[in-house]
Nanobody
């Protein structure tokens, strides 16, 4: 089991930037693939970005490519967001999937993850 806490959300004008952080504790962080998801009111939770256990393999939702960057270090995962648009407004969630020491995949389905943070609100005004 790993515990996740998201921080960094807030209110920003269109075109602005935010950096989200996910702090992990409880188990060996390097044994987990990680992801960012978001959910707007009345919509399904959607994949934003995913990263493998080593940080060497990652992927993005098409609409955020070139604007968002996912990364990780010893015990943190990040989502750097630039050129934010109103349609990026959502609660952003950090997620973890235990993969052990031999799996280097990233995952883009919410059902692939079993541990979630409580989310951080990102609001982009026009």
């Amino acid at each position: 089991q790993v515990q996740l806490v998201e921080t960094g959300g807030g209110l920003v004008q269109a075109g602005g930037s935010l950096r989200l952080s996910c702090a992990a504790s409880g188990r060996t962080f390097s044994n987990y693939a990680m992801g960012w998801f978001r959910q707007a009111p009345g919509k399904e939770r959607e994949f934003v970005a995913g990263i493998n256990r080593s940080g060497s393999n990652f992927g993005y939702k098409d609409s955020v490519k070139g604007r968002f960057t996912i990364s990780r270090d010893t015990n943190m995962m990040y989502l750097q967001m630039h050129s934010l648009m109103p349609e990026d407004t959502a609660i952003y969630y950090c997620a973890a999937r235990y993969v052990g020491t031999t799996n280097f995949d990233f995952y883009d389905l919410a059902s692939s993850y079993f541990t979630w943070g409580q989310g951080t609100q990102v609001t982009v005004s026009s």
